[in-house]
């Protein structure tokens, strides 16, 4: 039986909790970290919704 590794699956939401992730989220979007709140706020924090609102 295979195992799958969960930690070399794509994330499908951003845990912007964490400041961690928060700080490679937004310098991989091009955008600030205060930028990348706002955009969770007005949007929620799929991955994939905020690479169509802040992608550049």
């Known amino acids: 039986m295979n195992q799958i590794d969960i930690t070399k699956q794509e994330k499908?939401?951003?845990?912007i909790h964490d400041p961690d992730e928060r700080q490679e989220t937004a310098r991989h979007l091009g955008?600030?970290?205060?930028?990348?709140?706002?955009?969770?706020?007005?949007f929620g924090s799929r991955i994939a919704t905020l690479r169509a609102h802040l992608a550049k």
């Open 12 to 15: 499908t939401h951003l845990d």
């Open 31 to 42: 955008v600030t970290e205060d930028e990348l709140r706002d955009t969770v706020r007005m």
